[in-house]
């Protein structure tokens, strides 16, 4: 079963095009690696395969529901429910412990 798949994915910021017709099948189970320069469009993919940010054009589907075409309130609920995010600024509060830091979210 094909967890990811994004299929002609675009998005601009400003005049500048980050991805361009990006599409890519990642199946369940799968342990992949996405690389590349700094610049190229890593992280805004995985924020709109995360539906953190809107595509400008093209599709993300994760376990068979469309995120581009959801609402934001629902996208929200579905990420809630089976998307896991760790952003590389975490932004953990030193005074409290993790565990703490991890029910401030709840």
């Known amino acids: 079963m094909t967890a990811l798949k994004a299929c002609e994915v675009t998005r601009k910021f400003g005049a500048q095009e980050v991805l361009k017709g990006f599409s890519l099948a990642l199946e369940e189970g799968a342990f992949e690696a996405i690389m590349g320069p700094s610049g190229s469009g890593k992280s805004t993919f995985l924020h709109i395969a995360a539906g953190l940010v809107a595509a ?37 509060l030193n005074e409290k412990t993790i565990r703490e830091n991890i029910l401030l979210a709840a």
């Open 56 to 92: 400008d054009s093209g599709s993300v589907e994760i376990g068979g529901k469309d995120v581009t075409k959801m609402s934001d309130k629902a996208v929200t609920i579905f990420r809630r429910r089976n998307i896991g995010v760790v952003f590389q600024a975490f932004n953990l």
